[in-house]
């Protein structure tokens, strides 16, 4: 059985001078847009608050923990919210892809388990430098909030409805 196909031979030009940044700011009036800001925001207090005290305590297995799952999770949210933001058709594809469900249940499970650890941690210490771990956990528990709503919002991008 033959087939007829047909080739389509485009040029085009480019010019060196001009060049051209497209960024996607309708994604940002999206619900996951928000989310995924609202992540990287306090993602960012996180690291921030565990980082400027992390010194100060003597055992800090709990505190590196939290530390390893914010700043990952802060990495990692950041590059899905830049490459959602400078390419049109990522936050459309990606989202019909099983990647954004696994990464945000991962991150929900990790964050609210380093944020309960270091919050009990942060309890036991009854001390002015356990107030910025509190604070942290704090905002892990949040933070591990709005991943469970993104999880939500990814499970039916890819399911459809």
Known sequence: MSHA????RTT???????SALIINTGY????????KLLQLIIGGLCVFFVSWNFWSTYT????????????AFFIGT???LVSCLVSLSTGGIISKTIYELIYHSVAFI??????????????????????????????????SALYLVSTFYAQRSYRGI
């Open 5 to 8: 196909v047909t080739i389509t």
């Open 110 to 143: 990790l964050y609210l388990v380093a944020s309960i650890l270091l919050m009990m941690k942060a309890s036991d210490y009854r001390l002015s430098s356990s107030h910025p771990f509190m604070i942290a956990a704090i905002l892990g528990l949040i933070n």
């Open 28 to 35: 940002m009036k999206t619900i996951p847009g928000i989310l």
């Open 60 to 71: 800090r297995n709990t505190e590196l923990f939290f530390l390893c799952m914010a700043v």
């Open 78 to 80: 950041f590059c899905l």
């Open 12 to 18: 085009t030009t480019h010019s060196s001078t001009t």
